[in-house]
């Protein structure tokens, strides 16, 4: 499956942004999508995940209560609305999609697919 991702685009601290991430799949509704973000000179990180239909959904504390997952099975789409926005949050955000097993996961290696990228940048 091929992953797309967009939105991303420099924002004031307290701002927010939604991100999207377009599969070419059509059995899309059959793989766990999560978001993950990586900073310069950081380690690829976990930010959020949610199963098939969207009934279960994972989140890292540092992003809890601010960012939003959710997923249009319709469209071959899933979201992220970031909300609340500190410098910290900047990163490049990837969007990556996992085909076994209906439950979000936070590990990245157990994701086969992943988008190219796209770049928030949160200016205080």
Same mark, same amino acid.
């Given at each position: ?9 420099? &924002? ?5 942004? +939604?991100? *999207? ?5 059509? @059995? ?24 098939? +239909?969207?009934? *279960? ?5 540092? &992003? ?10 319709? +469209?071959? @789409? ?41 770049? &928030?940048? &949160?200016?205080?």
């Amino acid at each position: 499956v091929q992953l797309q991702a967009s939105g991303g685009g420099l &924002v004031q601290a307290a701002g927010s942004l +939604r991100l *999207s991430c377009a599969a070419s799949e059509r @059995t899309f509704g059959n793989y766990v999508m999560g978001w993950f973000r990586q900073a310069p000179g950081k380690e690829r990180e976990f930010v959020a995940a949610i199963s098939w +239909r969207g009934g *279960s959904t994972l989140y890292a504390d540092s &992003v809890k209560g601010r960012f939003t997952i959710s997923r249009d099975n319709a +469209r071959n @789409t899933v979201y992220l609305q970031m909300d609340s926005l500190k410098p910290e949050d900047t990163a490049v955000y990837y969007c990556a999609a996992n085909r076994y097993g209906d439950y979000p996961r936070a590990n990245r290696y157990e994701y086969h697919y992943w988008g190219q990228g796209t770049l &928030v940048t &949160v200016s205080s």
